[in-house]
């Protein structure tokens, strides 16, 4: 088995004097799809914003790349390859997709922009249709893709989602979903996927992690919650 390229163990993080994940460990190795599930105000985002540094955990470890990164600002975990997209969108209403587009790639080489902006198309054909729309008179479910296209600009080798779903009609849901089954076959981007929407998770991911008032509960691989779903929602969210 090779090393894990994200690791967390034993990881604390409070808030003031609340403790809102404890002894938390996981991992995701190259080329996976890890889902973190669970109920409202379990933990999710919390962690997610613990990896990207945007939180300071207060015990434990945390590794990217076989480096630890508790100390690191988030910037300094983004140029390492680790993106997170919020569970708000943080778009430039004002500007363009294009221009939207472009400046998720200010950190990369200008040669590369091309063929990441073709990439983007390829995964998302309807952005290519409104490059000169302004972002903010987009539909929420057009939005999110953007949002998803602008951090693809980045090349990214990890990809932190926080309910991408939420708020989308079904049919979006569908779209999104296929986009990252499409991202994480396409095997350059490692995937954690924060979602309420169990279905959906099953479709794009390998394995999951269970999160309950700040602990892992239960993981394992996704047969499980093919089988089981109900059964697990049942158990963990009720
Ligand atoms: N800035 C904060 N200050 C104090 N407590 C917080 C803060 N942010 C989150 N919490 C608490 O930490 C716990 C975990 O919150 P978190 O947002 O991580 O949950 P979540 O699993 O992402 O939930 P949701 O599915 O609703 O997004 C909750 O009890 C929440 O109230
Ligand atoms: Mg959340």
Redesign the pocket.
């Known amino acids: 088995m090779p090393d894990p390229i994200l690791h967390l163990s034993n990881l604390d993080v409070r808030?003031?004097r609340?403790q809102?994940l404890s002894g938390i460990g996981l991992s995701l190795y190259e080329g996976e799809a890890v889902g973190l599930l669970?109920?409202?105000?379990?933990?999710?985002?919390?962690?997610l914003?613990a990896v990207s540094g945007f939180l300071r955990p207060s015990g434990g470890t945390l590794e990217l790349f076989g480096e630890p990164i508790h100390q690191c600002p988030p910037h300094q975990i983004v140029r390492r390859g680790l993106l997170q997209l919020s569970?708000e969108r943080d778009l430039f209403g004002d500007l363009t997709v294009l221009d939207n587009l472009r400046l998720g790639s200010l950190a990369r080489a200008p040669k590369t922009f091309d063929r990441n902006l073709e990439r983007v198309f390829h995964y998302f054909p309807r952005l290519k249709e409104r490059v000169a729309q302004r972002a903010s008179t987009m539909s929420g479910g057009e939005q999110q893709m953007l949002a998803i296209g602008r951090a693809l600009m980045a090349e990214p080798r990890i990809m932190l989602f926080?309910?991408p779903s939420a708020g989308l009609s079904p049919l979006f849901v569908q779209e999104i979903g296929a986009m990252m089954r499409a991202l994480r076959n396409d095997g350059d981007v490692s995937i954690l996927l924060?979602e309420?929407n169990m279905l959906l998770a099953a479709q794009v991911i390998d394995r999951f992690y269970m999160?309950r008032a700040?602990t892992v509960v239960a993981e394992g691989p996704v047969s499980e919650l093919e089988q089981d779903h109900e059964e697990l929602a049942r158990r963990y969210y009720l």
């Open positions: 808030y003031g609340t809102a669970g109920t409202n105000g379990a933990g999710k985002t919390t962690l914003n569970q926080d309910e924060v309420q999160l700040g």
